[in-house]
């Protein structure tokens, strides 16, 4: 008996050992209490910004008695759309990060965390948003530009003379390489923005390559052989032009032209022996009677040609007959060189010829030519203009034919000058100088994208009403947009010029919709 007494007891000892070894002091649990970061997120359960925007985010933080000195901060975002890989982008307390990602596509968006640190306790506290990148770049004047001389970059305006219905002004550089993380080899001496199989894109063409670049988000989507459907040995790309329902490709002293509205490629080109120059006369206007739609002086075989149509119609290519009687006789002009070329809103074609002895330049319209079912009636002569007087012409380097006015610009490095041809004898006006050190690069009338197959109402009031212009100084390039007034004149509205600042050598400029 006694000994089960004495069992009995250490057994209760036992237990109450046990049951003061699991016992917790929570005596002093108060005075060690965690205080926790509260981040205020309310309202803000998602993010959107517009490509090349800043996004800004002043966090609302309650941090109790934390020291602030003990916090840091870290913002972190995944630069591919449901990406598990995140970049430190900011290490702020509060956010300014200019966003240079592609717009996301539907249902997809990228992931950013904030996070803040408390260096005492080594606890994080942290929050995170779906963010959306949205376009914003719209209608407006794409900019090529070059930095080493030797690769292309693409900037962007937006402003009210460029872009329908809009009253703010929006400059966006080196768009291109931000994108694609590189630029484009070669230098852009032309571009042209279309839609491609129902894609808005832009081709720009260098002496070697032609390029794509999808303006939804200014990714790079091919070259050369990608854009054709029958391909060659080497690009030699010449120029980049437009009729009704056709885009056109030069090169290789060939022409293509193809519906791209309807195709992915181009195709092939026509196959005919003049031998299609740089400069071509591109009836783009969709009246009726359907006039020739090409006319273009061949250098090798000194011809005028024109091909009245694409499709449905007289295809091929045919020389304009000569005229004994005319203003001009087409069977004599020979040894020129082509300098520019141009359609008037009336369908009369007009070229600007120097001539490889002399180097006189002239000026020679054609009309349009007229409806003959199967073949329309050709080109025939119908102005001649010698430029043997105009003041600087030797220095010329640029020439803007306007479609709406008898009036042609021509520009040497610092000055534009205006030759008037409503009369017999043409007359020419200096009407504009340079500012000092800048010297100009481009120079071209702002036609709004699609110009003009469009109807007159859906043009903005600026289209032909200006004149966009870069000048480069060595160390900047601007671009300057010139308003016209006194139509028919060629004045320059000097007190109301635009300019944009900031941009390597502008090598090219095209409107894009």
């Given at each position: 008996m006694k000994n089960i007494k004495i069992f009995k007891l250490f057994c209760l000892v036992t237990i109450f050992l046990l049951i003061q070894s699991c016992y917790k002091d929570d005596s002093q649990l108060d005075l060690n209490k965690i205080t926790a970061v509260s981040i205020d997120t309310t309202g803000v359960s998602t993010l959107s910004v517009r490509q090349f925007e800043t996004l800004e985010i002043n966090p609302t933080l309650d941090i109790g008695d934390l020291s602030e000195s003990n916090l840091s901060y870290e913002w972190q975002l995944n630069l591919e759309p449901n990406?598990?890989?995140?970049?430190?982008?900011s290490t702020d307390k509060n956010l300014e990060y200019e966003v240079r990602l592609p717009p996301n596509k539907v249902g997809e968006n990228h992931v950013l965390y904030y996070k803040v640190i408390d260096s005492e306790t080594n606890l994080e506290y942290s929050v995170a948003w779906p963010l959306t990148v949205q376009n914003n770049i719209g209608e407006g004047l794409v900019i090529a530009v070059t930095s080493d001389g030797i690769n292309t970059d693409l900037s962007h305006i937006m402003s009210p003379e460029v872009t329908q219905n809009s009253t703010e002004i929006s400059v966006k550089y080196n768009v291109y390489s931000a994108i694609n993380g590189t630029t484009i080899d070669g230098l852009i001496k032309q571009m042209r923005f279309t839609t491609i199989y129902g894609v808005d894109a832009l081709l720009g063409i260098t002496d070697q390559s032609v390029v794509r670049v999808n303006t939804l988000d200014y990714t790079f989507e091919g070259e050369n052989d990608d854009l054709?459907?029958?391909?060659?040995?080497?690009?030699?790309?010449?120029?980049l032009g437009a009729i009704v329902q056709g885009d056109v490709y030069v090169g290789n002293g060939?022409?293509?032209a193809t519906y791209m509205g309807a195709s992915r490629k181009f195709g092939l080109p026509f196959d005919f022996t003049y031998t299609v120059p740089d400069h071509i006369g591109y009836n783009g206007f969709s009246y009726y009677p359907l006039p020739v739609r090409f006319n273009f002086y061949d250098e090798v075989n000194e011809h005028f040609v024109y091909l009245p149509t694409i499709a449905f119609g007289d295809t091929s290519m045919h020389a304009v007959p000569g005229d004994a009687d005319g203003i001009f006789n087409p069977d004599d002009v020979k040894d020129k060189i082509n300098l520019a070329a141009g359609v008037s809103s009336t369908g009369d074609f007009r070229h600007l010829l120097k001539d490889k002895t002399t180097n006189e330049l002239t000026l020679y319209i054609l009309d349009g030519g007229g409806d003959l079912y199967p073949s329309p009636i050709p080109p025939a002569p119908k102005g001649l203009y010698s430029l043997a007087s105009a003041p600087d012409i030797e220095n010329?380097?640029?020439?803007?034919?306007?479609?709406?006015?008898?009036v042609m610009y021509y520009a040497t490095e610092t000055k534009i000058y205006a030759m008037l041809y409503s009369t017999e004898t043409p007359t020419f006006e200096l009407r504009y100088t340079a500012p000092a050190g800048e010297r100009i690069t481009t120079l071209q009338m702002y036609q709004q994208s699609g110009y003009p197959d469009k109807y007159s109402t859906d043009n903005i009031s600026t289209n032909n009403k200006q004149l966009v212009m870069s000048t480069y100084n060595d160390v900047e390039g601007k671009v300057y947009l010139l308003p016209i007034v006194n139509v028919g004149v060629g004045n320059i509205d000097t007190a109301n010029i635009t300019s944009f600042t900031g941009f390597d050598r502008v090598l090219s400029i095209a409107p894009q919709k």
């Open positions: 990406d598990d890989f995140f970049d430190v982008i054709f459907f029958s391909s060659v040995d080497n690009y030699q790309p010449q120029a060939k022409l293509t010329a380097e640029f020439f803007v034919l306007p479609v709406d006015q008898r």
